[in-house]
């Protein structure tokens, strides 16, 4: 089943190349079933790559997925159009009062400043009490799982030496758990940040559960107990080049940046081990599966 999206957002045709399952609002509506709803706080900068990334991994469900795109009021996007933000996105003024099946809360590139310096950090924490009570699950990726676990537990980040850059082999920690049905015994996890979450704080916490860690990136997916709430402290929705235009990115700069590790292949830019792409597709089949569909109320308001 396809995710409905305008006809007119650049992921459309984008998508529709691919063969991935897209479907216009208009031929949607003329279909009697009950789509899941789907909302995305998109915190990056990359709105459309963005977007499309996450667009792309919620279409591979048997499942009709309505997605409503939002944006912060406190702080506007300065790297996409005034015009597609204000086509294709809501504030949390304009959804509040709705309910939502499942989330996804993106990362930022705020992580080397405090919470509370992060000029949309208020109406974040607005979104994440929101969630907590109107959404059946939701998942947190990089920064916004820190700023999640921060709000929620009090959970600090802290600051890594350099750039936890690349593509990290990661290994289950418990068995069964419906998330990661499907994946091999070793499944890589792209990872770009400055900062780590206080693990040793995350393991006392009863109400926290590690699905997976890596020997050299550490945790990469944590869950609540009641699985309401899933970090995802890596980037699996990162698509073939983002990497590589990141790394690109801050050479121009003139910044120190390492090549991203296991991601080049003989350190050769325009030769990639796309090594993640099916434990993307999984984890948020999974997700959209087993935490969201199969436990959602059929009607939102109950």
């Given at each position: 089943m396809p995710i409905v999206i305008p006809r007119e957002i650049p992921a459309f045709p984008v998508l529709k190349k691919e063969n991935v399952?897209?479907?216009?609002?208009?031929?949607?509506?003329?279909?009697?079933?009950?789509p899941i709803e789907i909302a995305l706080?998109?915190?990056?900068?990359?709105?459309?790559?963005?977007?499309?990334?996450?667009?792309?991994?919620?279409?591979?469900?048997?499942?009709?997925?309505?997605?409503?795109?939002?944006?912060t009021a406190t702080y506007k996007?300065?790297?996409?159009?005034?015009?597609?933000m204000e086509r294709f996105y809501k504030t949390f003024d304009e959804i509040k009062d709705q309910k939502f099946d499942g989330m996804i809360i993106t990362g930022a590139p705020v992580e080397n400043m405090e919470f509370?310096?992060?000029?949309?950090?208020?109406?974040?924490?607005?979104?994440?009490?929101?969630?907590?009570?109107?959404?059946?699950?939701?998942?947190?990726?990089?920064?916004?799982?820190?700023?999640?676990?921060?709000?929620?537990?009090?959970?600090?980040?802290?600051?890594?030496?350099?750039k936890m850059f690349g593509i990290f082999p990661n290994k289950a920690t418990v068995q069964y758990d419906p998330l990661l049905k499907g994946l091999n015994d070793t499944f890589n996890i792209p990872h770009s940040r400055h900062t780590r979450i206080d693990e040793d704080a995350v393991r006392r916490e009863k109400k926290l559960r590690v699905l997976a860690e890596g020997e050299d990136c550490g945790l990469s997916i944590v869950k609540t107990r009641d699985d309401k709430k899933f970090f995802f402290f890596g980037h699996s929705e990162y698509d073939r080049e983002t990497l590589k235009n990141e790394y690109?990115?801050?050479?121009a700069?003139?910044?120190?940046?390492?090549?991203?590790?296991?991601?080049?292949?003989?350190?050769?830019?325009h030769n990639i081990d796309y090594s993640w792409n099916s434990t993307a597709n999984l984890l948020f089949y999974n997700w959209?599966?087993?935490?969201?569909?199969?436990v959602t109320p059929f009607n939102l308001e109950d």
């Open positions: 399952f897209v479907m216009p609002v208009k031929r949607a509506a003329a279909q009697d079933i009950r706080v998109n915190l990056m900068p990359t709105k459309v790559e963005t977007e499309t990334q996450i667009m792309r991994l919620l279409a591979n469900t048997p499942l009709q997925v309505n997605l409503t795109l939002i944006k996007s300065t790297n996409v159009s005034v015009d597609h509370d310096d992060v000029l949309y950090w208020e109406e974040l924490k607005e979104i994440l009490d929101y969630a907590d009570k109107n959404v059946t699950s939701t998942i947190y990726i990089c920064w916004g799982a820190q700023a999640a676990l921060h709000h929620y537990f009090g959970i600090d980040k802290i600051a890594l030496p350099k690109l990115r801050d050479k700069k003139g910044l120190s940046i390492e090549q991203p590790k296991n991601y080049f292949i003989d350190g050769n830019i959209l599966n087993h935490y969201v569909y199969q």
